[in-house]
């Protein structure tokens, strides 16, 4: 009898509704009937409202069922769903699924499609043709590929890629390292886990053609401490590529090497800022550095060190492959290629969208998302994670453009949509922003480390206020002190934490008790 090859996912958040559970049973019941049956755990498609989702490989392609509990399995098999039969959990065939088929997935092309510790499904679905492209250049033409291709740092700040990258290459130094920041602390963002847990080759393909562009030898993953699921596919893909010949000191016999190493952080959200990871990695207490040095030119253990995130690493062998051209032309202005978004908060449909830069949050929010679980109107949404602005109706049709939002004082940041309804008090999300801020500061400048104290202090005196006159005094008092966090602070945590509280109080002034009158004069 011929096996049937099932899919359920091992991605973390799959398996925290269940999806080991679902796997067992499967297996379970396809035993007592004598079905013969291929579980593969493969990574999510991110369609996170539909899992634990399970595929059924069939002559037609893979058929989708779910969300699937335990308790759904025996019906499912009575319906035929090892031959895609109909149920009412059934989607019909993955790739049709609307919510898959309009997206532009580049970097996620393999995501939910292999096995994520697969070599063999790694290379058959373009792996390491990156890489065998760059094996084939000089370091500095992989540079000017992805200088071209227009990639910029997807981790929030937006940075060129290839100018960190050339920095590197152009000093001098006996050793120089490859960091990825896999620290994703930002609230509603998960594409970095994803990675690791669904394609982790991918991330490995990218950090070794960085360390061939730029003569680093050794590289570092930084995965938060939250995230044992992605440590543990990361350690174990390293040791499967290192016996394949993708690292180690002779990399496919090119006699170029490079060793890649997984470190579990320490569970501060301020070492996603890059010299406090670095900090971190050093075995020291993560605390942000000055700059100048330029963690490029003095970073790891006072070596050039190239830092990336995950999706930027990740997109590299893409463009490698097919070259910066194919990559280019996908986005707008200098927002090149696509941002993998993450759609979460009280949105019917939460999960994943792979786009072209350019898409506007209506599409997201309508389009994708399907509007809010509540069904209640959407009222604000924040996007860049915990330190990003609040979003009223009336900029939902920009593009998702990094200079776009930067003229309306927004940020892309890493890609992270967190929706609320209108029961939401804007009043309480800014108290929280800064609150955050006083939790989660390193303590080494004052604005941040005190005035995110002081932050809090004052958004409650305004919410005690008797009178109108005594809270627009207290929101001028906040204003000021926002302007000192933005401009004084050392790096982006107290830097950013005014975004979301401005944007708060500048777009929902009748939260904070202000009418339009006292908003003006405020």
């Not at 059934?90 to 088929?101: D, F, Q, S, V």
């Not at 094996?135 to 291709?149: I, T």
């Amino acid at each position: 009898m011929n096996s049937v090859t099932v899919y359920v996912p091992r991605d973390s958040a799959a398996r925290a509704l269940g999806a080991d559970a679902v796997a067992q049973t499967l297996l379970a019941e396809c035993e007592r009937r004598g079905l013969a049956l291929k579980l593969v755990r493969n990574g999510s498609r991110g369609l996170f409202w539909l899992e634990p989702m399970v595929e059924v490989a069939t002559a037609g392609g893979r058929i989708a069922y779910g969300p699937v509990r335990p308790g759904d399995v025996p019906g499912l098999l009575d319906a035929g769903m090892l031959s895609g039969g109909a149920h009412a959990l059934c989607h019909g065939p993955t790739e049709k699924i609307e919510y898959l088929a309009r997206q532009q997935r580049l970097c996620f092309a393999r995501m939910g499609v292999t096995d994520p510790l697969s070599l063999a499904d790694y290379e058959a679905h373009e792996g390491w043709a990156g890489l065998r492209a760059a094996l084939a250049l000089q370091p500095a033409q992989v540079v000017e590929q992805v200088m071209e291709s227009g990639l910029r740092g997807r981790g929030g700040a937006a940075f060129p890629t290839a100018i960190k990258w050339r920095t590197v290459l152009n000093t001098a130094a006996p050793q120089k390292y490859v960091v990825c920041n896999a620290d994703e602390g930002d609230s509603g963002t998960y594409s970095d886990r994803m990675t690791m847990e669904g394609d982790p080759f991918m991330l490995i393909e990218g950090m070794t053609i960085a360390a061939l562009a730029t003569g680093a030898t050794r590289g570092f993953v930084y995965i938060r401490s939250e995230y044992p699921d992605s440590m543990a596919t990361m350690q174990q893909a390293i040791r499967l590529a290192r016996d394949a010949g993708f690292l180690g000191p002779d990399i496919l016999g090119s006699g170029r090497g490079f060793e890649l190493e997984a470190r579990l952080g320490a569970g501060s959200y301020v070492c996603g800022e890059e010299t406090a990871m670095l900090e971190s990695l050093e075995g020291k207490r993560g605390v942000v550095r000055a700059k100048p040095p330029l963690p490029a030119i003095a970073g790891l253990f006072g070596a050039p060190t190239v830092i990336n995130n995950v999706i930027s690493f990740a997109s590299v062998p893409l463009i490698l492959a097919r070259g910066a051209a194919f990559y280019r032309d996908y986005g707008m202005g200098r927002s090149r290629g696509t941002l993998p978004i993450q759609l979460a908060g009280n949105v019917k449909r939460p999960g994943l969208v792979e786009l072209a830069f350019g898409v506007t949050l209506r599409e997201l929010l309508h389009d994708f998302g399907g509007g809010s679980a509540s069904g209640r109107p959407i009222k604000a949404v924040q996007v860049g994670g915990p330190l990003g602005t609040y979003m009223p109706e009336s900029q939902w049709d920009l593009p998702l453009d990094y200079e776009a939002y930067a003229a309306v004082g927004a940020v892309v940041g890493h890609g992270g949509i967190v929706v609320h309804d209108d029961t939401a008090d804007m009043v309480a999300l800014a108290r929280y922003a800064m609150e955050f801020c006083a939790i989660e500061s390193c303590g080494k400048c004052t604005p941040c480390r005190i005035g995110s104290v002081r932050g809090v202090e004052v958004i409650d005196r305004i919410g005690a206020a008797t009178d109108a006159a005594q809270r627009t005094q207290q929101v001028h008092l906040l204003r000021d002190l926002c302007d000192t966090m933005l401009h004084g602070s050392l790096c982006a945590m107290g830097g950013m934490t005014p975004y979301p509280v401005l944007s708060a109080l500048n777009h929902y002034p009748r939260d904070f008790g202000l009418d339009a009158k006292d908003a003006a004069a405020a």
